[in-house]
């Protein structure tokens, strides 16, 4: 009982731990849901990372379903990740599932664009690239569903920009677009 009724920063510090540790491992055990809640409030940026690894992986073996699931997950823990909203676009574009890949390209062109336009000059060269090739298949989208103007738009805004046109044969190349 002296060391919990201390002040000293050592003692305190120890029985934050244990009383953490303690109500982390109740929680383990009480059920799914708060299993869930307390591994999604824990996880790192490693662990999308690491979840977006996993989904390019299994892209590139064409196993599709087993990435939509990845690229989902990554979205539930960052909604606004540049890379799972651009290749579940891409997914569901080759697909020909229009809706969910419109959905996915306007939330990255909400983010990017309209949101905060300076994040995306925090994204490498080629990233940039492919945020302005998914903006181009939304203008494809809107030019099939009749929105002549927003079509045109989207597409020159990608057309014209830098980042697009020095790597559009590299994003060919890898099937990327």
Excluded: C
Aim: proline share 2%; no cysteine.
């Amino acid at each position: 009982m002296i060391l919990l009724s201390s002040n000293h920063p050592f003692a305190q510090g120890v029985f934050t731990a244990i009383i953490i540790g303690i109500l982390l491992f109740i929680f383990r055990f009480i059920g799914n849901g708060v299993d869930k809640t307390i591994d999604k409030a824990y996880l790192s940026s490693n662990d999308v990372n690491k979840l977006l690894h996993f989904a390019f992986s299994f892209f590139k073996k064409g196993k599709i379903d087993e990435a939509i699931q990845s690229y989902k997950k990554v979205l539930q823990l960052d909604p606004i990740n540049w890379n799972a909203l651009v290749s579940l676009g891409f997914i569901n574009f080759s697909k020909n599932n229009f809706d969910e890949s419109k959905k996915l390209y306007e939330k990255l062109y909400q983010q990017y664009f309209l949101i905060d336009p300076r994040a995306k000059y925090r994204l490498e060269e080629k990233q940039l690239a492919l945020i302005y090739a998914s903006l181009y298949r939304l203008g494809f989208i809107l030019h099939n569903e009749g929105d002549n103007n927003k079509a045109l738009e989207l597409k020159t805004l990608s057309l014209t920009n830098k980042y697009f046109v020095d790597n559009y044969k590299k994003l060919r190349n890898e099937n990327l677009y």
